[in-house]
Nanobody, 117 residues
Framework: QVQLVESGGGLVQPGGSLRLSCVASGSGSSIDAMAWLRQAPGNERELVATISGIGTHYLVSVEGRFTISRDNAKNTVYLQMNNLKPEDTAVYFC????????????WGQGTQVTVSA
């Protein structure tokens, strides 16, 4: 089974920056795409950014502020978050899609991002 471990969250003031990391391990197939999602209290989990061989895609509200990247050799995906806003506060999760087109059904613990003055 795929294991996903997110890290890098924390408390930051509005306008600040954080860089999240997610390491994937235990996958029997190579990774085709990776994604970041987030969930705030009382809200549904929403897709923040994806990266694949085709390119990248971002939630409109984070476009221009967040950048997703990957290190294929390390099976790691990153999310650079700049100019953070209070509405970015959430638990951030990652997920992966293998070359058979299957997104992982297992989730990591997530990493908490809190943006507050």
């Amino acid at each position: 089974q795929v294991q996903l471990v997110e890290s890098g969250g924390g408390l930051v003031q509005p306008g600040g920056s954080l860089r999240l990391s997610c390491v994937a391990s235990g996958s029997g197939s190579s990774i085709d795409a990776m994604a970041w999602l987030r969930q705030a209290p009382g809200n549904e989990r929403e897709l923040v950014a994806t990266i694949s061989g085709i390119g990248t895609h971002y939630l409109v509200s984070v476009e221009g502020r967040f950048t997703i990247s990957r290190d294929n050799a390390k099976n790691t995906v990153y999310l650079q978050m700049n100019n953070l806003k209070p509405e970015d506060t959430a638990v951030y999760f990652c997920n992966i899609r293998d070359r058979l087109g299957r997104w992982s059904s297992t989730w990591g613990q997530g990493t908490q991002v809190t943006v507050s003055a």
